[in-house]
């Protein structure tokens, strides 16, 4: 595994870490003492998100859904004509 230290991982940061997404890891090192490992992160697995699609059918809207107790509602409020 390649050792790089802090001034060389400033000055070439994109390629070094265009490497490690390539999967070839390295050691960023201060005065010749190992700090840190920079690595390629596996991404997740997708999570898959459930939907109401188990109630398609089972939920009828009416046509009039957008209305519905508009009148009640402009009473409540006061718009009453």
Do not use: C, W
């Not at 490690?20 to 700090?35: C, E, H, N, Q």
Request: hydrophobic content about 40%; glycine content about 6%; aromatic content about 8%.
């Amino acid at each position: 595994m390649r050792t790089v230290n802090i001034h060389e991982a400033k000055t070439q940061f994109s390629r070094l870490i265009d490497q490690a997404v390539k999967g070839d890891s390295f050691i960023i090192s201060k005065a010749g003492k190992p700090l840190v490992k920079v690595s390629r992160l596996d991404a997740p697995s997708a999570v898959k998100i459930q939907r109401l699609d188990f109630m398609v059918g089972q939920i009828a809207v009416p046509d009039d859904f957008g209305t519905m107790e508009a009148k009640e509602i402009e009473r409540l409020f006061g718009y009453e004509e």
